[in-house]
């Protein structure tokens, strides 16, 4: 996808966790870099480039997230899960990332109030190309999308680690809305702005996987 060779023996490819999704990230940065220096032009203060290097909002930016909750009984087997769990990431992303344009979040969030446990995040909007196609045809521009097979596929990738210990090692995958974040991710959300509840752009559905890796489709609002 976006080969990047090592200069030493041996010679990898130091990206080859890029995917479709994550280049789209990367390529639309490089454009706003672009763009900010076509209209500032040579920056000599290091104080203007403050705007430019403004960290992401993924809270601000979507508005649909799949949540993928990592949990063990004690620390040694939550070490090992989370960072299985962790490596294995790139193929969800991956596979949802075929069916919707998807913006993963690297960094895990923790709860307060539970101990061995991480969260992760990744946005979902519509791909560009199908709400543009079906602007005018509601009929399709309503039509749901279908993310269990991706999702099950990842919880039993993960499920089959054969150091897994099923009675203290859990995940669970489910599609929540931004204003459903848990109580302690209300410092990442920014504040809603007037009209924010109206949901533009076309149909979406959402997914549930629990600890068992078991599925079921559930409508939502629109992803847009």
């Given amino acids: 996808m976006m080969p990047i060779i090592t200069p030493s023996y041996p010679c990898m490819n130091s990206s080859y966790n890029?995917?479709?999704?994550?280049?789209?990230?990367?390529?639309?940065?490089?454009?706003?870099?672009?763009?900010?220096?076509?209209?500032?032009?040579?920056?000599?203060?290091?104080?203007?480039?403050?705007k430019l290097f403004e960290p992401a909002n993924l809270f601000a930016d979507y508005k649909h997230f799949?949540?993928?909750?990592?949990?063990?009984?004690?620390?040694?087997?939550?070490?090992?899960?989370?960072?299985?769990?962790?490596?294995?990431?790139r193929f969800l992303v991956k596979n949802v990332g075929a069916l919707m344009d998807v913006r993963p979040w690297p960094k895990a969030f923790s709860d307060p109030d539970r101990t061995n446990y991480h969260v992760y995040y990744i946005g979902l909007k519509k791909k560009k190309e199908v709400v543009k196609k079906?602007?005018?045809?509601?009929?399709?521009?309503?039509?749901?999308?279908?993310l269990?097979?991706?999702?099950?596929?990842?919880?039993?990738?993960?499920?089959?680690?054969?150091?897994?210990?099923?009675?203290?090692?859990?995940?669970a995958v489910r599609h929540v809305m931004r204003a459903d974040?848990?109580?302690?991710?209300?410092?990442?959300?920014?504040?809603?702005k007037k009209g924010d509840g109206k949901r533009k752009g076309v149909g979406g559905v959402?997914?549930?996987a629990n600890g068992n890796g078991a599925a079921k489709k559930v409508k939502e609002e629109a992803v847009s």
């Avoid at 079906?134 to 279908?146: G, H, I, P, R, T």
């Avoid at 974040?181 to 809603?192: I, N, S």
């Fill in 148 to 171: 269990n097979p991706a999702v099950n596929s990842f919880t039993h990738t993960v499920k089959d680690w054969a150091d897994r210990n099923a009675e203290t090692m859990q995940i």
């Fill in 181 to 192: 974040l848990p109580a302690f991710m209300a410092d990442k959300v920014p504040a809603k």
């Fill in 206 to 208: 959402g997914v549930v």
């Fill in 134 to 146: 079906y602007s005018l045809d509601k009929s399709q521009a309503n039509k749901a999308v279908e």
């Fill in 18 to 50: 890029v995917s479709e999704s994550t280049m789209a990230v990367m390529k639309a940065e490089f454009e706003r870099g672009r763009e900010f220096f076509r209209a500032n032009g040579q920056v000599r203060e290091a104080a203007s480039y403050k």
């Fill in 66 to 89: 799949l949540e993928v909750e990592v949990w063990a009984t004690d620390k040694e087997w939550f070490e090992l899960w989370e960072g299985w769990v962790h490596s294995r990431m």
